[in-house]
């Protein structure tokens, strides 16, 4: 129909070169990808606090969202400040993690390039660091239930 009036239909479907971008399927991965660790050394350490806490996770119909229940370990206020001591680094390597990933996403879709991946990933450490937030607020109540615990049975 197209070609009686002159009028190439390939042409007219055709992209520039430089405007294609490859979709990757499930489980294919780009051969000239590089690999970026999304999680430094110092969060998978023998040390680190999801070793010595416990995370049950449920989901909460009411509010649309999972609901988190940590089981700490701590016993006192010098494990609590060195639970809370080894949490700050660990969210502030999380954090420099996130905000590198951030800013190579963005060079890497201004190159209209696939970015889906780190997108994932970098999805997958936000919502860890949201869970970290969570734990620190747990841990503040559970310290302080400790201490009035041990103030009552001193008084």
């Not at 042409?11 to 991965?29: C, M, N, P, S, T």
Request: charged residues 25%; positive net charge.
């Amino acid at each position: 129909m197209f070609a009686y009036h002159g009028f190439r239909v390939l042409q007219f479907f055709r992209r520039q070169a430089d405007h294609y971008r490859h979709r990757l399927g499930a489980g294919e991965i780009k051969p000239d990808q590089t690999h970026h660790p999304a999680v430094s050394t110092i969060m998978t350490q023998e040390t680190n606090i999801h070793t010595q806490t416990i995370i049950n996770k449920s989901w909460n119909v009411a509010k649309g969202s999972f609901d988190y229940l940590f089981s700490f370990t701590f016993q006192g206020r010098d494990q609590y400040l060195a639970f809370r001591q080894q949490w700050k680094a660990n969210y502030a390597v999380l954090s420099r993690t996130i905000r590198s990933q951030k800013a190579e996403i963005k060079a890497i879709s201004r190159k209209l390039e696939y970015a889906g991946l780190l997108q994932s990933k970098s999805h997958e450490l936000r919502h860890e660091a949201t869970r970290q937030l969570l734990m620190r607020k747990a841990a503040k109540e559970e310290s302080h239930r400790q201490y009035l615990a041990a103030k009552q049975t001193i008084s």
